[in-house]
């Protein structure tokens, strides 16, 4: 019934942006939505979430003040728009939706994940 979709990403230099979106089937408001990245040779971290109804917005250390996660229902989309890219960014990036009581900033807040995408940031 969950189903999570990924599109965007792709190839950009040292302090271009991106954006990767996450069509989201089946999805209420009792659900956080994030997104996680995992880098050849690393563990996948959390990069950014959301709760599908709104409200607080939470990011990596690394990432706060260059990402920003929203959500369009109109669309049935959750995006995370990446800006002031930088190298340390380049990974697979994982749309994930878990139940809104679970850890947030966490894989193991997360029992629904769609495909990987890729985002490469040149020097």
């Known amino acids: 019934q969950v189903q999570l979709i990924p599109s965007g990403g792709g190839l950009v230099e040292a302090g271009g942006s991106l954006r990767v979106s996450c069509a989201a089937s089946?999805?209420?408001?009792?659900?956080?939505m994030g997104w996680f990245r995992q880098a050849p040779g690393k563990e996948r971290e959390f990069v950014a979430a959301?709760?599908?109804?709104?409200?607080?917005?939470y990011y990596k250390d690394s990432v706060k003040g260059r990402f920003t996660i929203s959500r369009d229902h109109a669309k049935n989309t959750v995006n995370l728009q990446m800006d002031s890219l930088v190298p340390a960014d380049t990974a697979v990036y994982y749309c994930a939706a878990g139940p809104s009581w679970a850890s947030i900033n966490t894989s193991a807040g997360y029992n629904y994940w769609g495909p990987g995408i890729q985002v490469t940031v040149s020097s």
């Open positions: 089946g999805i209420a408001n009792g659900y956080n």
């Open positions: 959301i709760r599908w109804s709104g409200g607080p917005t």
